[in-house]
């Protein structure tokens, strides 16, 4: 009788939304790269072009912050990626390649491919950012990458995850993709992260099992970053990150960073994984700072961290 109450109350439930997430994949049709269309939004009246892309789980709001400290300078287009936010989630393995195209199409759509403008992102967002500056060079002047993760293997980012809540091992942990299938029970607002907005969070809550699992799997884990990188060794670029970050460790994306002639690094003291979250004012004016001001920045790999 007990084992029959455990199944009516717990198990049952949560094989019925797991069933449902499966189906309504199902449902979706396949990606179409000429047809499937991104969500985004065009931001601001600046004459300096920047694409912003946001990392796994994300959407285009999580750039909502302090805007005016950047709309008057520069024009930003906001993009939700394949599987997140408010864009298509069709049946797709979601890899590199796939994300790339997708955001080819919005690019040359709204001229944001003029060789002027800055492609940048969060965490998976900036080795997106990263792979289409190498696939498209002549497109973007420069790139920035903010909280870039960088691990030489999945037993690495296995080891670093280690250390976090019970939330974030699993939904990292080969299980994932199980667990995403019930995300809707899971993520409630007393499993939400400390360090995320509500606004972010229920953002958070719009992929499906397979826009998440195949984005870490097949992006963040199997992403050769070196290898990319050697292809545009002479482009500007700027690196942000948070000095305690313990999802993408500091030191990962330092040696990335002097793999280029011409990188720049800027970090926050106090900052984390989200540290965009709480100090919009500061990334803004350090983009800012890189993109058309004069002045050099005084943090830079040779003398602040060898």
Same mark, same amino acid.
């Given at each position: 009788?007990?084992?029959?109450?455990?199944?009516? @109350?717990?198990?049952?439930?949560?094989?019925?939304?797991?069933?449902?997430?499966?189906?309504?994949?199902?449902?979706?049709?396949?990606?179409?790269?000429?047809?499937?269309?991104?969500?985004?939004?065009? !931001?601001?009246?600046?004459?300096?072009?920047? @694409?912003?892309?946001?990392?796994?789980?994300?959407?285009?709001?999580?750039?909502? *912050?302090?805007?005016?400290?950047?709309?008057?300078?520069?024009?930003?287009?906001?993009?939700?990626?394949?599987?997140?936010?408010?864009?298509?989630?069709?049946?797709?393995?979601?890899?590199?390649?796939?994300?790339?195209?997708?955001?080819?199409?919005?690019?040359?759509?709204?001229?944001?491919?003029?060789?002027?403008?800055?492609? &940048?992102?969060?965490?998976?967002?900036?080795?997106?950012?990263?792979?289409?500056?190498?696939?498209?060079?002549?497109?973007?002047?420069?790139?920035?990458?903010?909280?870039?993760?960088?691990?030489?293997?999945?037993?690495?980012?296995?080891?670093?995850?280690?250390?976090?809540?019970?939330?974030? *091992?699993?939904?990292?942990?080969?299980?994932?993709?199980?667990?995403?299938?019930?995300?809707?029970?899971?993520?409630?607002? &007393?499993?939400?992260?400390?360090?995320?907005?509500?606004?972010?969070?229920?953002?958070?809550?719009?992929?499906?099992?397979?826009?998440?699992?195949?984005?870490?799997?097949?992006?963040?884990?199997?992403?050769?970053?070196?290898?990319?990188?050697?292809?545009?060794?002479?482009?500007?670029?700027?690196?942000?990150?948070?000095?305690?970050?313990?999802?993408?460790?500091?030191?990962?994306?330092?040696?990335?960073? *002097?793999?280029?002639?011409?990188?720049?690094?800027?970090?926050?003291?106090?900052?984390?994984?989200?540290?965009?979250?709480?100090? &919009?004012?500061? @990334?803004?004016?350090? !983009?800012?700072?890189?993109?058309?001001?004069?002045?050099?920045?005084?943090?830079?790999?040779?003398?602040?961290?060898?």
């Amino acid at each position: 009788m007990t084992l029959l109450l455990i199944s009516i @109350v717990f198990i049952l439930p949560v094989v019925a939304i797991a069933s449902y997430q499966h189906y309504k994949i199902g449902k979706q049709p396949a990606y179409d790269a000429k047809e499937t269309l991104l969500n985004y939004e065009i !931001i601001g009246s600046g004459e300096n072009k920047l @694409v912003l892309l946001h990392g796994l789980t994300g959407s285009l709001h999580y750039w909502k *912050r302090n805007l005016e400290s950047i709309t008057t300078t520069h024009k930003l287009l906001l993009v939700d990626l394949l599987g997140f936010g408010d864009s298509p989630k069709p049946q797709s393995d979601y890899s590199l390649s796939i994300q790339l195209q997708a955001l080819e199409l919005i690019l040359n759509k709204e001229e944001f491919n003029d060789g002027k403008t800055i492609i &940048a992102g969060h965490s998976m967002g900036a080795m997106i950012s990263l792979a289409l500056l190498e696939k498209q060079p002549t497109w973007f002047k420069a790139g920035i990458f903010i909280s870039i993760p960088v691990y030489k293997n999945a037993d690495e980012f296995k080891e670093i995850m280690s250390s976090h809540s019970f939330v974030d *091992r699993i939904s990292t942990s080969k299980f994932s993709k199980y667990i995403c299938m019930i995300h809707p029970i899971f993520m409630s607002s &007393a499993f939400k992260p400390d360090n995320l907005t509500d606004d972010v969070y229920e953002d958070a809550k719009k992929h499906h099992w397979m826009s998440y699992y195949y984005s870490l799997t097949k992006v963040i884990l199997k992403t050769d970053l070196y290898a990319i990188v050697k292809k545009i060794k002479d482009k500007d670029v700027l690196f942000i990150h948070g000095e305690k970050d313990t999802t993408a460790p500091l030191e990962n994306a330092l040696k990335l960073s *002097r793999e280029f002639k011409n990188a720049q690094i800027i970090t926050s003291s106090e900052g984390d994984h989200q540290f965009f979250l709480k100090e &919009a004012e500061f @990334v803004w004016n350090t !983009i800012k700072d890189f993109t058309i001001s004069e002045k050099k920045l005084k943090k830079t790999i040779p003398n602040e961290h060898e």
